[in-house]
T-cell receptor, first 110, second 113 residues
Framework: GENVEQHPSTLSVQEGDSAVIKCTYSDSASNYFPWYKQELGKRPQLIIDIRSNVGEKKDQRIAVTLNKTAKHFSLHITETQPEDSAVYFCAASIGNDMRFGAGTRLTVKP | KAGVTQTPRYLIKTRGQQVTLSCSPISGHRSVSWYQQTPGQGLQFLFEYFSETQRNKGNFPGRFSGRQFSNSRSEMNVSTLELGDSALYLC????????????FGEGSRLTVL
């Protein structure tokens, strides 16, 4: 099955700085790449996603880029705020088989 | 629309016992996936069901099994529990017309003593 690697495992930034999380995937057939945010004690929730026919997508302070040739994709958060503190998971899927990375714990220090 | 519901939310078992977890998907969602979440390991894929058929399976031993009923509700079973099975088990449903968003339940936290 698909294998997704995610880096870094922890990330600490000052409020207002940018944060970047990177993921690689193994199966070139993967065609959907979502990012989920999981706050402490809560369920993971989708924050942004990108499909394989798109190279970049932006939603306010969040953007995702995809490089199909290199099989990697990244999450960019600008102007970070304390409420961005959470665990972020990337995922890659083929059909309804979705595999997740190990997660990045982001801490935004006020 | 009600969200994904998982029961029980918390349970404690001892080694060697078995456990059954239940998941009711969002109304109209026919795909149900199960994940095991442990610190440092992220979300490990167990299996995915659609129309009562297991379509995809992760790399877990045969002690982990599941099924889906005609109303799309799903159960997963873990037999001969081991200490390492302690985890949060998350169920997620999706509308499977195209690959898309997974909607997660709050999870069932299993502790094996």
């Amino acid at each position: 099955g698909e294998n997704v690697e995610q880096h870094p495992s922890t990330l600490s930034v000052q409020e207002g700085d940018s944060a970047v999380i990177k993921c690689t995937y193994s199966d070139s057939a993967s065609n959907y790449f979502p990012w989920y945010k999981q706050e402490l004690g809560k369920r993971p929730q989708l924050i942004i996603d990108i499909r394989s026919n798109v190279g970049e997508k932006k939603d306010q302070r969040i953007a995702v880029t995809l490089n199909k040739t290199a099989k990697h994709f990244s999450l960019h958060i600008t102007e970070t705020q304390p409420e961005d503190s959470a665990v972020y998971f990337c995922a890659a899927s083929i059909g309804n088989d979705m595999r997740f990375g190990a997660g990045t714990r982001l801490t935004v220090k006020p | 629309k009600a969200g994904v519901t998982q029961t029980p939310r918390y349970l404690i078992k001892t080694r060697g016992q078995q456990v059954t977890l239940s998941c009711s998907p969002i109304s109209g969602h026919r795909s149900v996936s199960w994940y095991q979440q442990t610190p440092g390991q992220g979300l490990q894929f167990l299996f995915e069901y659609f129309s009562e058929t297991q379509r995809n399976k992760g790399n877990f031993p045969g002690r982990f099994s599941g099924r889906q009923f005609s109303n799309s509700r799903s159960e997963m079973n873990v037999s001969t529990l081991e200490l390492g099975d302690s985890a949060l088990y998350l169920c997620a449903s999706s509308f499977p017309a195209n690959t898309g968003e997974l909607f997660f339940g709050e999870g069932s936290r299993l502790t094996v003593l």
